[in-house]
């Protein structure tokens, strides 16, 4: 009897310490905010974001404005694990603006994606042309650097 009350003590303890991997992210590692500055950068970076959303998320754009980017969500009792998304830009000074990311979804489960993930994509995405290359030298950029080095 008393192996079975340890046994079944011992499972409930490891139940309840698990958690899920989109719980252990959101602890582990904080959303790195998106800045931008007012004019071409912010222009950028919030177009960048509605076509992320527009082409990651299942649900239609509900509102799309100069500080919000939301879409729908799933109907009046559908469970579904699809997130919903709403982006804000939200003024932090003059001329200065953060982009926030906020993502949810139905499912009792998990999202799928789940919303670090989608966090992380969305991230890498808006931010993925500040580390952009330049472009690439011409052969008449390599050939006037060739011969100004060779006097």
């Not at 959101?26 to 527009?54: F, L, Q």
């Not at 003059?94 to 991230?123: H, K, Q």
Request: hydrophobic content about 35%; some cysteine.
């Amino acid at each position: 009897m008393f192996l079975r009350v340890s046994i079944a003590a011992s499972a409930a303890l490891v139940l309840c310490g698990c958690i899920t991997a989109e719980q252990q992210a959101s602890v582990t590692e904080p959303p790195r905010p998106i800045k931008c500055h007012a004019g071409p950068d912010c222009n950028a970076k919030w177009s960048r974001a509605t076509v992320w959303v527009t082409e990651h998320s299942k649900y239609k754009l509900e509102t799309s404005s100069e500080s919000l980017i939301q879409t729908s969500g799933p109907g009046a009792f559908e469970t579904d694990p699809s997130p919903a998304y709403k982006i804000t830009k939200v003024a932090m000074g003059p001329d200065e603006y953060t982009i926030e990311f906020a993502g949810g979804c139905d499912s009792i489960l998990v999202c799928t994606p789940t919303i670090p993930e989608a966090r992380t994509d969305f991230n890498q995405s808006i931010l993925a042309a500040e580390a952009a290359p330049q472009s690439r030298p011409t052969k008449k950029d390599k050939k006037a650097a060739y011969q100004t080095s060779s006097r």
